[in-house]
């Protein structure tokens, strides 16, 4: 089932949900005030907030974490569902716009396109979380069905296993919970934006509840072609069993579709490394794709099963096991210049596909409890985790007329609609080729499991101590057959095997000093493992070539403290951090790899979240990132083998400054009135800094210049059941840059877009 690419269905499912709140309202009327037991949720899948900091959370979602936020010696930011409300967020990517320090790689170059977050100069796209399982299909995530959002940074493998130092992203479902509630919205936006969503909760009775969540929505982007679009359906449905008892069930299904046209955006300028808006004085509107040839289909398909066992008032058994199949299929026109026809005035139009369907069974069971060992007093999280994941993945090749894969923008691939004008491109142009399924797809398979152990001893109401071990096994291999493109002159494709195995430990070691209940200091250190399969950033890819070699290896030292102000509304965070990853797979010679590349990342971070006041929330923060390539490649393609000029230099999608800062401020009871402001500092898409021409190695970087942008929201409570909001997105209209490639493109931010949102509640 598809959402059709009409503002009108996503209308009608909001007319649709905006007459059966009256029903709602009348249950919940019928219905018992809620007692305290009713507000149970199934352990360890909800992020608490108190109503006076909408801003503000006090625990982190997974039982792994055996303390308070305040008291947990790591960096972890919490998103609540109020600030990606307040700030009219739709997708992980917008959402993730209000945390500093992170950024998002391109696909292409093999890569996937997806959320592919960068934090702390280092990717974290095979680190993303839904409830604490990991999420590894490739795909674009929406918020609908999200109750907040949990970043944590540093090197962090004692939690979840494989990743790359940088940190992780964990989403926190929205459950099941024992009340009555209706809540739906309907956003109206310029850029042909039109969105609908309905949130609705039953009590069934004491200890039965369910919950479904819908959206439907259809978006342009402002500020680029109307022929980039977007039309996206969701569902998320919960059932609960036993809340308030020792034994709790909750059965969970999500569904997610997305049908659009890709965009790859803006090509750089090869003289400058700048993106061609900068310097060539090309429109942003500019759209190089093909309507008639490129496309974008997604789906993910998750259901969970969670139960939950008090064992005794003090120790509860909890484990979640899911399957999930997620599919990508696209086809993007890359704006490539390879061939210098920018310098000519056009573009060529280079096909970029992918075919994958990625299918995942996961198990995490955990065992938390809490006792006294004499006078010490432990928080204890122990469990064990296994995963099988399996994925095809395939491309298609596309046959161009005249045939051929020569990238100069002559006279006949002009007339093929192959190239286009760099400054008057048309996306209906009709293209002439063929597109074909490829039909020699490789299939990747992983298995993983491991076995971790979390303790938070109280030696003293000053002193905590918080301590972590994993270790992991990590399987992989990928084969495919061999056989032949189905090109128009047929191009073979050779047959492959490949397979690795690595078992690997990892801890991480905390001390806490708390001068007052309501702060902490803490100086921590934690270690993480990628095994060379995800180095390169994609999903579990062995090759023959990163077959062989011991897992990468990246630690974090940190240094922070965490307090709360103004009756405990508002915590405000610091931290001094030192992260170093080395044994990166490099080559030496044209024949020759070996483990010794090396890239470190230092700098300090601040931020704030809860209530400055009853009326004032605030929530933001700055990232200053020291990045370095310590040791990089010794060899570079022709016309010689030299050291890496990029050693030395900083990394790349790692900006040195970022600030992010949301606010609101009530008025009169039903009135608020916010905004936002958020600066990223210059960004290279890599550290090959170089490129080769016809008179030896010249270095000219590809990067995205720095940005400010502001954003205004407003709100007015129209009575107890119907609020009005209205935001303006990148109130300036500032042309900044999202992603930065290495080599090809730079995606573009949205221009300025006026969104007007119906919030209904019962």
């Known amino acids: 089932m598809k959402f059709r690419k009409s503002p009108m269905t996503a209308a009608a499912a909001a007319v649709l949900a905006i007459y059966a709140l009256p029903g709602a309202a009348q249950d919940a009327a019928a219905g018992a005030a809620p007692t305290p037991e009713a507000a149970t949720q199934l352990e360890g899948v909800k992020v608490q907030y108190e109503a006076v900091s909408p801003y503000k959370a006090e625990e982190i979602s997974s039982p792994k974490y055996t303390a308070p936020l305040r008291d947990t010696p790591k960096s972890v930011t919490v998103i609540p569902s109020q600030l990606i409300q307040d700030v009219a967020a739709t997708s992980l990517q917008e959402a993730l716009r209000t945390v500093p320090g992170i950024t998002f790689m391109a696909g292409e170059g093999g890569q996937p396109i997806a959320d592919r977050p960068v934090i702390r100069g280092l990717n974290s796209a095979n680190s993303l979380f839904i409830d604490g399982i990991r999420d590894i299909g490739s795909q674009t995530r929406d918020v609908f069905a999200l109750d907040g959002i949990e970043v944590t940074k540093g090197a962090d493998s004692a939690f979840g296993g494989r990743g790359s130092g940088g940190g992780s992203v964990n989403l926190v479902s929205k459950q099941a919970k ?69 034994t709790r069930i909750s059965l969970d299904y999500y569904h997610l579709s997305d ?129 099988r994941e399996q994925r095809d993945q395939d491309t298609y090749t596309v046959n161009r007329v005249p045939a051929g894969t020569a990238r100069v923008c002559t006279q006949a691939l002009q007339d093929s609609k192959d190239c286009a004008s760099l400054y008057n491109p048309n996306p209906n142009d009709l293209w002439l080729g063929q597109v074909l399924p490829t039909n020699t797809p490789t299939h990747f398979t992983t298995t993983a499991g491991a076995l971790f152990a979390f303790d938070t001893l109280e030696l003293h109401k000053q002193w905590l101590v918080n301590l972590g071990l994993r270790w992991d096994s990590y399987e992989t291999e990928a084969q495919r057959n061999a056989g032949a493109t189905p090109a128009t002159t047929p191009v073979p494709v050779a ?78 965070t610091g931290a001094l951090f030192d992260t170093e990853r080395k044994d990166a797979l490099l080559q030496l010679d044209t024949t020759t790899y070996q483990q010794v590349g090396k890239t ?31 040791r990089g490649s010794l060899y570079i393609a022709a016309p010689s083998e030299i050291l890496d000029p990029s050693q030395g230099k900083q990394l790349p999608n790692t900006p040195k400054h970022s600030l992010s800062l949301a606010s609101t401020y009530k008025f009169l009871q039903k009135y608020s009135v916010g905004g936002g402001a958020y600066y990223v500092s210059e960004v290279y898409g890599s550290t090959q800094t170089t490129r080769n021409t016809s008179t030896g190695v010249v270095s000219i970087p590809k990067h995205v210049p720095d940005y400010w942008r ?24 500032e042309v900044y840059y999202t992603k930065a490639y290495s080599n090809h493109y730079a995606a573009l931010g949205t221009g300025r877009q006026y969104l007007l949102t119906a919030n209904f509640s019962f």
Do not use: C
Request: net charge negative; aromatic share 10%; charged share 20%.
């Open 178 to 246: 024992a009340e009555d509630f209706a809540n739906a919205s309907l956003l109206l936006g310029t850029a042909d934006t039109l969105r609908a969503t309905v949130d609705r909760n039953w009590k069934v009775n004491e200890h039965t509840a369910a919950r479904l969540n819908v959206m439907g929505n259809h978006a342009g982007v402002a500020g680029r072609d109307s022929a980039v679009v977007s039309d996206k359906w969701g569902a998320a449905g919960a059932l609960a069993f036993g809340l308030g008892s020792p």
């Open 259 to 387: 049908d659009g046209m890709p965009d790859y955006s803006i090509p750089y300028d090869l003289a400058t490394g700048l993106p061609v808006t900068e310097t060539l004085g090309v429109d942003r509107k500019n759209f190089y794709g093909l309507k008639n040839r490129d496309f974008l289909n997604t789906q993910t398909d998750i259901g969970t099963v969670s139960i939950s066992h008090d064992l005794s008032p003090a120790t509860t058994l909890s484990s979640s096991t899911r399957y999930g199949i997620s599919s990508n299929d696209y086809l993007v026109s890359n704006p490539d210049d390879s061939a210098g026809n920018v310098a000519n005035g056009l573009v060529y139009r280079s096909p970029k596909s992918r075919i994958s369907e990625t299918e995942t069974f996961a198990n995490l069971t955990t065992l938390s409890t809490r006792f006294d060992t004499g006078f010490i007093k432990h928080s204890l999280s122990t469990g064990v985790e296994f995963s």
């Open 495 to 572: 047959a492959l095997y490949a397979s690795r195995e690595d078992n690997f430990l990892n801890y991480q070691l905390g001390l806490i000093y708390k001068p007052v209940e309501t702060g902490s200091i803490y100086l921590a250190y934690s270690t993480e493992s990628t095994p060379q399969a995800i180095a390169a950033g994609d999903e579990d890819a062995v090759t023959a070539v990163n077959a062989v070699g011991k897992p990468e290896k990246a630690r974090t030292a940190e240094l922070g403290a965490k307090w709360e102000l103004f009756g405990q509304r508002l915590l405000l």
């Open 600 to 630: 470190r990342v230092r700098g300090f971070e601040l931020s704030a979240s809860g209530n400055l006041s009853d009326n004032w929330s605030l929530f933001g923060g700055y990232s200053y990132l020291d990045s370095k390539l310590v």
């Open 710 to 733: 502001f954003d205004l929201n407003a709100g007015w409570q129209v009575n107890p059941n119907i609020g009005l909001q209205f935001n303006v997105q990148n109130l300036l209209d």
